[in-house]
């Protein structure tokens, strides 16, 4: 099958030529010419398997049919994945000058709505910032939409956007083309459908296997104590970079505390990395992003808000820092390698806390993780290093203002709960406090040691 057999205009299978894209993926071969017809789709294949080209593409054709905007929606959950999604339009659709907006929280809402009300053909969003301009601004209207897009389906419709996305779907219009991606989509199914028309189009991967992650993906695992989770990581980098000195690597890990306390620690040991969270601004996030991707930094440290559909074809590593709660969360990580048929490793660290975690995931993911061999020795002698250059860390942190924003945001959601502004600073200042004390007793016990 060519992209010529999908029923798309010679134009966009010129453009997939001229991107290298020869030919199409399951995922685009049976859901582009369902869209094409008129019907609702929702498409489940595992990651790296192409699903945005599967909605961009039918969608940039119609839109060249009947150009106007705004005419379509794609919701996605994190920031990062609304721009990468919205770069793609772009590249598909630069020869019918294309014009689309992205608007995500962290970045200016005035210019975001300026943009918004020149009526873009395509508004790439995530619902929280969304759902506050259609709150506070009749400058721009979806009711005109064609397309409705839920990218990471299963994730946006998990239970925690559902204020949001009620808002946004009381601005649409009755009559829409509704399509929904995601990897994983098994355990919201039933709303899934609810959501779409009784017409709808399913496919998922028919992969007789029952593996939900890529044959070309080495999946392994590394024993580690708990108190020295640390050491074995920073073993594992350099166990890896001993047969590959140029392959970009992933670190996934739970809180944005952890991320940027192991970036810093990290960094101060000679591992040069950049940072990936949501306290971090957001066009230091995008900056980061751009570095990893254009390969001036080779290593990236990053909460799940990189876990979900960033496609960035060098990344040869995956390591779990911290074993995901969720298998599934588990299966997007590592899903950042081994993507278009190219091959990559994951690895994670498992404490002996951790084996029941383990289990589930292989339950879930239908294979089991191989050990990945460590120099237990070259660990002994790099701990005191580590432990110290973290600690440091540590209280660097405590001396900026890293918990600002967090502050910021919980001030405004008492403020939502109709709670009185300045006990609400009483409460603050009383964290604050309490915060210092503790990090004061913390530092002179550090100094007596």
Avoid at 148 to 160: C, N, P, S
Avoid at 288 to 311: E, M, P, Y
Avoid at 413 to 427: F, R, S, V, W, Y
Wanted: glycine share 6%.
């Amino acid at each position: 099958m060519t992209f010529a057999g999908l029923n798309l205009s010679p134009w966009i299978v010129n453009q997939c030529q001229n991107m290298g894209l020869k030919k199409p993926t399951p995922i685009q071969e049976n859901c582009i010419p369902k869209i094409l017809a008129g019907e609702d789709c929702i498409g489940c294949a595992k990651t790296g398997s192409g699903k945005t080209l599967a909605f961009a593409l039918p969608i940039i054709q119609k839109l060249s049919e009947d150009p106007y905007g705004i005419f379509a929606l794609i919701l996605t959950p994190t920031r990062e994945l609304a721009f990468q999604i919205a770069d793609q339009f772009s590249a598909i659709g630069k020869s019918i000058s294309l014009k689309k907006c992205v608007i995500v929280g962290g970045m200016d809402m005035v210019t975001q709505g300026l943009e918004l009300s020149k009526c873009p053909h395509i508004v790439v969003s995530t619902p929280g910032r969304l759902a506050d301009h259609l709150e506070s601004c009749n400058t721009f209207s979806l009711a005109k939409i064609k397309f409705l897009v839920l990218d990471e389906a299963d994730r946006l419709l998990g239970g925690h956007f559902d204020e949001q996305i009620k808002t946004i779907f009381s601005a649409l219009p009755q009559k829409k083309q509704i399509l929904l991606f995601s990897a994983t989509m098994t355990d919201t199914l039933d709303k899934v459908k609810h959501v779409a028309s009784n017409k709808v189009f399913m496919w998922e991967s028919n992969d007789d296997t029952g593996v939900a992650t890529v044959k070309e993906l080495d999946q392994r695992y590394v024993l580690s104590p708990s108190d020295v989770r640390d050491s074995f990581l920073v073993e594992v980098v350099k166990t890896f970079r001993s047969s590959n000195k140029d392959g970009s690597i992933m670190i996934f890990t739970n809180t944005c505390k952890n991320c940027q306390v192991l970036s810093m620690t990290l960094n101060e040991i000679g591992f040069k990395n950049a940072a990936l969270h949501a306290m971090i601004k957001q066009k230091d996030r995008l900056a980061a992003l751009s570095q990893f991707k254009s390969n001036h930094t080779k290593i990236l440290i990053a909460t799940d808000v990189a876990a979900r559909g960033l496609d960035i074809p060098a990344v040869e590593l995956v390591i779990n820092h911290v074993v995901p709660n969720v298998p599934k969360e588990y299966i997007h990580r590592v899903g950042r390698t081994a993507r278009a048929g190219k091959g990559g490793m994951a690895v994670t660290l498992i404490t002996p806390h951790d084996i029941k975690l383990l289990h589930a995931i292989e339950d879930t993911i239908g294979t089991k993780l191989t050990e990945y061999k460590v120099n237990d020795k070259e660990i002994v002698t790099m701990l005191t290093q580590i432990s110290v250059a973290k600690r440091e860390a540590e209280m660097q942190l405590d001396e900026t203002d890293f918990y600002e924003k967090r502050m910021i945001n919980k001030r405004k959601k008492l403020i939502l709960e109709g709670k009185d502004p300045d006990e609400i600073e009483e409460i603050l200042k009383k964290k604050r406090s309490d915060k210092l004390k503790k990090n004061k007793k913390r530092k002179l016990a550090e100094k007596a040691s």
